[in-house]
Nanobody, 120 residues
Framework: QVQLVESGGDLVQPGGSLRLSCAASGSIFSIYVMAWYRQAPGEQRELVASITSVGIANYSDSVKGRFTISRDKANTVYLQMNSLRPEDTAVYYC???????????????WGQGTQVTVSS
């Protein structure tokens, strides 16, 4: 079993910053890609940022220059969010393409989500 647990969501004023964390645990053999998605009420889930096992990061145009994704060797991925805007308000989900020890290939796993609200 693989678990992704997010933390760090909060209410913050426009222009403020937050750092989200996502810890992957379980019978992990290898993590290929970790990513953050978000879903605002009434909208589809969208990719915010992703990072590969060798540290190559990609961002959506809406967050480029404001958000930074990173990962450490302890299977945790972070999303540093600066200059937050009201339109960044959403539930943020962590996702991982992960191969378990017992599996021949990877599968995609999801966390439960953490709420980020940007409002004055």
């Amino acid at each position: 079993q693989v678990q992704l647990v997010e933390s760090g969501g909060d209410l913050v004023q426009p222009g403020g910053s937050l750092r989200l964390s996502c810890a992957a645990s379980g019978s992990i053999f290898s993590i290929y890609v970790m990513a953050w998605y978000r879903q605002a009420p009434g909208e589809q889930r969208e990719l915010v940022a992703s990072i590969t096992s060798v540290g190559i990061a990609n961002y959506s145009d809406s967050v480029k220059g404001r958000f930074t994704i990173s990962r450490d060797k302890a299977n945790t991925v972070y999303l540093q969010m600066n200059s937050l805007r009201p339109e960044d308000t959403a539930v943020y989900y962590c996702s991982g393409v992960i191969r378990r020890i017992i599996d021949p290939g990877p599968s995609t796993y999801w966390g439960q989500g953490t709420q980020v609200t940007v409002s004055s």
